[in-house]
């Protein structure tokens, strides 16, 4: 069975960064097979899109308020994908979760929840302003 675990979260002043690591446990084949996104859920919100990366890393999505601040990308021999965060502001608080879609079409970066089935647990991000 697929586990995701996030991990790099923490707390940081307004205008630093962090970066994010999502640990994929299956197997290679799938994992490279999967398209890889990044949601986020703020104390009292809905969770939403964040960033998204297909199977080959060839095309990645973004939310508009983070575009130009975050870079996802992956490592498909390692079975990972990073979520680099610039310019972090106190709005991007948030816990932040990674998910994988095994049944992306090759050049697939999707943007909403319902398409990814996997989940991982989250890590928390704080940012102080």
């Known amino acids: 069975q697929v586990q995701l675990v996030e991990s790099g979260g923490g707390l940081v002043q307004a205008g630093g960064s962090l970066r994010l690591s999502c640990a994929y446990s299956?197997?290679?084949?799938?994992?490279?097979?999967?398209?890889m996104g990044w949601f986020r859920q703020a104390p009292g919100k809905q969770r939403e899109f964040v960033a998204s990366?297909?199977?080959?890393?060839?095309?990645?999505a973004y939310a508009d308020s983070v575009k130009g601040r975050f870079t996802i990308s992956r490592d498909n021999a390692k079975k990972m994908v990073f979520l680099q965060m610039n310019s972090l502001q106190s709005e991007d608080t948030a816990l932040y979760y990674c998910a994988a879609d095994a049944q992306a079409i090759l050049l697939n970066a999707p943007t909403t929840s319902e398409t990814y089935e996997t989940w991982g647990q989250g890590t928390q991000v704080t940012v102080s302003s």
């Open positions: 990366i297909s199977r080959n890393g060839g095309n990645s």
């Open positions: 299956g197997r290679t084949y799938t994992f490279s097979r999967s398209a």
